[in-house]
């Protein structure tokens, strides 16, 4: 069974810095194409970042470009979301993601990123 587990989520000033962590299981992880999406209340769940299974190729939001970086550890198993120059429109639940042949769309539980001054 496909589990995902997000961490370093918190509270952060403007203009600072988090680092999110997801650890995956249960799957063929250096196979698999992994993402992270956010949510903010009210508002649809939107992706955030993606990375390719080699970790050769990246691709992000329009809003997050030059301020995020996804990558990830083969050999580990992690996928991470580096965040700087964090802004109040950032704030939201991050969640980590991935597509199984056998499960369809998998997530983590998420974990809660505020930006606040």
């Known amino acids: 069974q496909v589990q995902l587990v997000e961490s370093g989520g918190g509270l952060v000033q403007p203009g600072g810095s988090l680092r999110l962590s997801c650890a995956a299981s249960?799957?063929?992880?250096?196979?698999?194409?992994m993402s992270w999406y956010r949510q903010a209340p009210g508002k649809p769940r939107d992706l955030v970042a993606r990375i390719t299974s080699t970790g050769d190729f990246t691709s992000y939001a329009d809003s997050v470009k030059g301020r995020f970086t996804i990558s990830r550890d083969n050999a580990k198993n992690p996928v991470y979301l580096q965040m700087n120059s964090l802004h109040f429109e950032d704030t939201a639940v991050y969640y980590c993601n991935t597509w199984h042949w056998r499960y369809g769309d998998c997530w983590g539980q998420g974990t809660q990123v505020t930006v606040s001054s």
């Open positions: 249960g799957f063929t992880f250096s196979t698999a194409a």
